[in-house]
């Protein structure tokens, strides 16, 4: 069994919000490739902006990346669980892949070919490879250090909503500065512009991390093929992975439209997608304390049923933006964005808390700390998501029209985000982990 090799103590800020600054990092990045990525490579008709890829081929391309790079995510979580270094088992990761990592975001601004073409094709399928192994190289062992940090559900759920609050306001430097950037330098100096302090500041949470157990002896571990199958057997898990998949990936989805729905629908020009994006985002951060005090009070597991069902019924309230001319189209986008985008935040402050939660649960069946693994499997699930977002993107948009002549697509997508919530909620039903060990123990009866 892995062992403490530190006496327990309480967290102080400064480590909290060192090891959160990796977050930072991965919401700038996030938040840019979601919301332009699309839009640059394939934006609409008669925008008068190059297009690069066709529509069908992009959704491929990103979607077979992100399918591809699923399969990463548990190895590297697994060989970072298994790693034995002087630096821990987690930091060498992080360290090798950040500067990797940067260098892949920024060239993916620099297709080669002025025109749509198979060389643009074959050129972000590769930087997106790139991208995407060392996103993962450096995501899984960060993620995998949370559960370390402590095993009390407040300090947890602190880290967490503290996470939230500092990723958002990468998430709100990506998406509020993107807009004008783009329109105003290009992509590539926004890639750069905004890449390069995202990469600072992430360095600085390998200061945050101090590793609290070792790796297991290595006769005590079990195969990787036999690990992925114990933890893909077990039916809360199974629970929880069908709901992230299904709820998380509205998020991505809701981004990537934000750009297509400022121009077709609202009418705006493409920099002011910033502002919406900028809207959900500062929400995002604004509702961390009180997502914090309600899951100090209540079970994860039953906050979440109603996280769900608030996004959904935001997303549904966003189908009807602009079909009244009561009031400005921006101005409705403007009120009814914060029913879903207050909800997305309690769910982001409440999924790391949970992996940390399905972590104690596996040590109390298999008597090992298997953090990493479980974050890697988080990953395959969220990626997955990821994928379905470029096919439902690409699918509804060329069934359903983005034009300015034609734009019930870009509708469409929110009933796609509801829907999709609505079933994430069914998946979540048979799921009872308790938000500590004991309650977990009484609960499984283990």
Not at 81 to 104: C, E, M, N, Q, Y
Not at 105 to 118: G, Q, T
Not at 248 to 267: A, D, E
Request: hydrophobic residues 50%; glycine residues 8%; proline residues 7%.
């Amino acid at each position: 069994m892995a062992t403490n090799t530190a006496t327990e103590k309480p967290l102080t800020l400064r480590e909290i919000i060192l090891y959160n600054l990796a977050g930072f990092t991965f919401n700038v990045y996030d938040t840019i490739l979601y919301a332009w990525v699309p839009y640059f490579y394939s934006p609409p008709p008669q925008s008068g902006r190059t297009g690069y890829i066709p529509l069908a081929a992009l959704g491929i391309v990103l979607a077979g990346g992100r399918i591809l790079d699923a399969v990463n995510d548990p190895l590297v979580g697994y060989w970072s669980d298994h790693t034995k270094s002087r630096w821990g088992r987690r930091k060498p990761f992080i360290f090798v892949a950040s500067p990797i990592l940067l260098l892949a975001f920024v060239f993916i601004w620099v297709p080669p070919v002025p025109a749509e073409s198979l060389v643009n094709i074959v050129f972000l399928a590769s930087v997106l490879f790139v991208y995407y192994w060392a996103y993962t190289g450096m995501l899984i062992p960060w993620f995998a250090v949370l559960p370390e940090m402590s095993p009390r559900n407040e300090d947890r759920i602190k880290v967490a909503s503290i996470g939230v609050a500092i990723g958002v306001m990468g998430a709100l430097l990506g998406g509020g500065l993107s807009g004008p950037i783009f329109s105003s330098r290009g992509p590539f100096m926004m890639g750069l512009l905004l890449g390069i302090p995202a990469f600072v500041l992430g360095e600085f949470t390998l200061f945050g991390i101090h590793e609290r157990h070792q790796g297991a002896a290595d006769d005590q571990w079990p195969g990787f093929f036999r690990v992925m199958k114990e933890v893909f057997t077990d039916r809360q898990f199974l629970s929880f992975a069908g709901m992230i998949m299904l709820v998380q990936l509205t998020y991505q989805l809701m981004l990537m439209n934000v750009p297509y729905f400022t121009t077709l629908i609202l009418r705006r020009p493409e920099s002011e997608a910033s502002l919406l994006m900028a809207e959900v985002i500062i929400l995002m951060a604004a509702s961390a304390p009180l997502w914090y005090a309600l899951l100090k009070r209540f079970p994860k597991r039953s906050l979440f049923r109603v996280i769900i069902a608030l996004m959904a019924t935001g997303f549904v309230l966003s189908y009807f933006i602009g079909m009244t001319d009561i009031i400005p189209p921006m101005a409705q986008a403007m009120i009814i964005f914060p029913v879903a985008a207050i909800p997305i935040g309690g769910m982001f402050t409440a999924t790391l808390g949970v992996i940390a939660d399905l972590t104690d649960y596996d040590e109390l069946k298999s008597g090992r700390r298997r953090e990493a693994v479980h974050y890697g499997v988080y990953g395959i699930v969220r990626k997955t998501g990821w994928a379905l977002c470029a096919l439902i993107l690409s699918g509804v948009f060329s069934t359903f029209g983005y034009s300015v002549e034609n734009p019930q697509g870009v509708r469409v997508i929110w009933l796609v985000c509801a829907l999709s919530c609505a079933a994430g909620l069914a998946a979540f039903i048979p799921y009872r982990i308790g938000d500590s060990k004991e309650e977990t123990r009484r609960i499984m009866g283990l």
